[in-house]
């Protein structure tokens, strides 16, 4: 496991093992990646601990069907990065959506993700517009 402090080398890693994790869509594998205590922020929501982690993602990927994600470092410090990200998914009807945005995570001495805060906004795309596949 990558632990910081950071450089840049480690910091654009981190945002690939985060990347691959996230589409593996395996909500208590990726709620691992996170410290048991873990706090989030996503959109309005406030999230504390693997438990409400490893739910929230049950619910996201139940609505968010065919979920693909695009991770990119956008700024690193020891034992922060920052990321710009979009992901495309469709709904149960079949409307496609790309929600991009800004995500901050600060790190745990061990590697494991403290807490991460993310901006999210979605805009609704037809199938012909979509860029990951």
Known sequence: MLKPPFDEETAREKVRLAQDLWNTRDPARVALAYTPDSRWRNRDLFLSGRDEIEAFLTSKWQRELDYRLRKELFLFAADRIAVQFFYEW?????????????????????????RRTASINDVAIRPEDRQLH
């Open 90 to 114: 469709h709904d149960a009807e079949g409307c496609w959506f790309r929600s991009h945005g800004l995500e901050h995570w600060e790190f745990a001495s061990d590697g494991l993700m403290s």
